[in-house]
Structures are given as C-alpha cells and as structure tokens.
C-alpha cells in the first residue's frame, strides 16, 4: 500500500531509459548520460514524472547482473533529483533480490517487478514469488502486469492481495483485459495505478491512473510530457489530441 510521500513523489510520465552498446557489445555509459541530459532538457523534472531504468527497453535480459547494475548506478548519477525505479526482472528470485538491493544502495527509489516469466506460473505460485521477494528486500516494489511477457493476466482479486503487502505501492497495468483495465479503479485506494502505454490515455486518468509509463517516452518525450499536462489539468480534448 502507498504512503501519501509515494503519492507525491511518483506520478506524471515514467521515462524509460534505452541502453545503448558499443559496435563490440560493451555498455555505452557516455550514451546513457547523453540521452538522460536530453531528456532532461526536454522538461522532465520531478514535478512531471521520474525514470525507469533496466527494464525491458533497457534491453534488460541480455545484459549480466554487472552490466545491469552499471547501468543503474550511472542512471541514478545523472538524474539529479528526479526519482529513478529500477527495473529488476529475472528468471532467478536471487537474482532479483541482488539487484533490488544493489538499486537501493545507490540510491534507487523503488523497483518494478513483474511476475516469474519463461514458465507460466499459476497465481498461488505467484503470489507466494512477491510475498517472498518483498520479505527479502527494502525498497518498494511496482508491480508490473504484463501477461503477453509472463503468460498470465493478473485478475483484480490477487492484485488487491498483493496491495496489502506493506511495500507494494504502485502498479503498471499492462493488462490484455478491458475489463480489468477498467476495473483497475479498484485498485486506487491501495497501490498508484500507472497506464502502460499512453496509447491508454486519457482513459487512464479518467480511471484514476496518476500517470503512465510508455516507449514513447525514450523517444519523444515533450510530447509525453505534454500529455500528462493536459490530463493533469483534465482537459480531455487537448490529451485525445
């Protein structure tokens, strides 16, 4: 469940942060600085939104854990004082637990955590997966939705079970579902409920969603930043636009 600090520190366009490589597969860390400078000087500030680094445009599953955690680590370091989540999806729950904690030792704000993907697991075997990892880690954890990578579209009843975990407070919901996609209000009252795409918009913020996190952003993000303004300001015309 979020605190009302949560509340106001994560909110608007999450912009995701791609990970660029050298021709001979090395990180390019000088190409991470660039871009987070640009996206910078295109408006984002902590007032608008925050970063997502090392998800899946970070290129997340074909990077080791060292690379993983440089490239979170030179995030952090360029993003003054804008929040950063940290993407810490794995195949491995140690895996995961070992970035999340590295994530909070440089500063990190909160990671994003989908479920066990490669197998389909059933929601007990999930549930028990976030109960777990939660117990294990400090930060607090988006939950992140997403059936066409893990398998399984998670129903409204079981994302208000996880709520109830004390640090699980906010959600991006990727669901494949219209209905659960609206049924996502119920949500509202336990986790930040963050559209996954802004193709979603202004449908999201009609549903209560307080911001969305979108490829978009990595690509043109003073048009994603334009469109949280007009849904934050509720004018639906000017963000159908």
Known sequence: MYTQQQKETFHGAGVLIITPFHEDLSLNCDGIRKNMAHIIGQGLTKENGFFVTDGSMD???AMTLEERKQVIKTTVENA????VVAGVNHT?????????????????????????YYHVY??????????????HIALPIMLYNNPGICGVDL????????????????????????????????LN???????????????????????FISFLSSINVKMQLALWDAINRMDWEAAMK
């Open 80 to 83: 003054g004082d804008i929040p």
């Open 189 to 211: 009252e336990k986790l930040l409920v963050f559209a996954a795409s802004s193709s979603q918009q202004p449908f999201g913020g009609l549903n209560g969603a307080v911001g």
């Open 122 to 135: 059933d929601l007990k075997q999930i549930k028990y997966f976030y109960h777990y990892v939660h117990d």
């Open 155 to 186: 129903p409204i009843r079981t994302l208000l079970e996880l709520a109830d975990l004390e640090r699980m407070m906010a959600i991006k919901q990727a669901t494949l579902m219209t209905t659960n996609f609206i049924q996502s209000i119920e």
């Open 92 to 116: 491995c729950v140690n895996n995961i637990i070992e970035l999340a904690n590295y994530a909070a030792s440089v500063g990190v704000k909160a990671v994003l955590l989908a479920p066990p």
């Open 59 to 61: 290129e997340c599953s």
